[in-house]
């Protein structure tokens, strides 16, 4: 066992997606030191994870692995994850994601500079899908590192955002004192529930403005995103009311919600597979009927022609591509290298 204290724990609950996995830990080994650990809690998956693993760990003595003898839910496999982890901070990360080249240094630098340990580093990121193709380049918009003054400015900030694990690097002894998780457990957002409450107990918030992680996603609509993306994210939302947040605060992240990843939903469901659009909008109508948004933006998509729908989307991903990616430039999303020389 190595005598340095470790700073930073990566915390990956998993389940058969060993392939993913393989890639997620080959981008974080490369950045291993002896500061910083892998915790890797599997949820009884049947394909070759546990083998993925080993391998990693004959050359990286830094990763480490525990498997569960019987499925726990993502939920109660996070906090699993988290009670294995030994860091001073814990750097939550989807198994299917990946780490740009640098960002462990950045991230390790943004704590140990600061004037007081921050309770939360939260950093930019691009989504993109399973090939590395671009869907949304710098997620959060915003490329300028910043300290947010307070945690209701900062769901204010992120909205929804703040419920992307793989951008949450979060002091551990502020996610154990949370208290009240079993409610929320089978919610698929315990990791929102205990961000938001480990916020409300006070410390700096930094935010990284520079993409340093890629978010796989795929954006078909094979299965209803309904009951996670509205109501449950709605409810640990709302939950913050117990921790102190103003109701302000709240209602401005859900509105900021509806216009970003609601919307994203929705418009896939409107081009891809509007019968579900027409099956979900009740849903989406009393999870979100108090918010602007939702009457400037999904009230009137579910009433617009397909084909027009389809051409916004192509039109709203063009302009963002040009956006952040100049003529001329392109990028490597595998690696998180700028080809543009």
């Known amino acids: 066992m190595s005598a340095t204290p470790t700073l930073i724990s990566f915390c990956i609950p998993t389940f058969n997606r060993a392939n993913c996995l393989r890639e997620a830990l080959k981008s974080i080994a490369q950045q291993l030191r002896p500061e910083i650990e892998v915790v890797v ?15 990693y760990q004959q050359q ?28 001073e901070y814990v750097w939550l990360f989807g198994s299917d994601d990946l780490l740009c080249e640098g960002a ?12 007081r340990r921050p309770t939360l580093v939260y950093i930019n990121h691009d989504v993109v899908d399973n090939q590395g193709n671009a ?10 590192d910043t300290i947010l003054s307070s945690a209701a400015n900062c769901i204010g900030f992120l ?3 703040l419920g992307y694990m793989s951008a949450l690097v979060v002091r551990r002894q502020s996610f154990l004192a949370v208290e009240g998780v079993e409610e929320y457990i089978g919610s698929g ?16 918030i930094c935010y990284v403005g520079r993409p340093l992680v890629r978010a796989r996603r ?24 117990r921790h102190g947040y103003p109701a302000w605060a709240i209602y401005r992240a859900m509105n900021r919600t509806v216009r970003g990843h609601y919307l994203r939903i929705a418009l896939a469901f409107r081009c891809d597979a509007p019968d579900q659009l027409v099956r979900s909008f009740p849903v989406f109508f009393r999870t979100c009927w108090r918010y602007p948004w939702f009457w400037l933006l999904l009230v009137p998509l579910r009433f617009v022609p397909r084909s027009l729908a389809v051409w916004l989307r192509a039109k709203a991903r063009a302009l963002r591509a040009r956006r952040y990616f100049p003529p001329g430039a ?12």
């Open 41 to 55: 809690s599997d949820n009884a998956s049947t394909d070759d994870t546990r083998q993925v693993v080993r391998e």
């Open 104 to 115: 462990v240094e950045i991230v390790q630098r943004k704590i140990l500079r600061a004037a």
């Open 218 to 241: 795929s954006l078909s609509v094979d299965y209803d995103l309904t009951e996670r993306f509205f109501v449950e994210a709605s409810r640990v939302f709302w939950s913050a009311r």
């Open 189 to 204: 957002w315990i990791h929102l529930y205990l961000v938001l409450a480990a916020l409300s107990a006070g410390g700096p």
């Open 60 to 87: 990286y003595p830094g990763i480490r692995f525990s498997a569960n003898e019987t499925n726990l839910g993502y939920d109660r496999n996070l906090l699993r994850c988290l009670e294995l982890a030994c860091g």
């Open 330 to 341: 392109t990028k490597d999303f595998a690696h998180g290298a700028d080809l543009s020389g």
């Open 135 to 144: 869907h949304f380049p710098n997620q959060v918009g915003s490329q300028r």
């Open 159 to 161: 909205g929804l955002n």
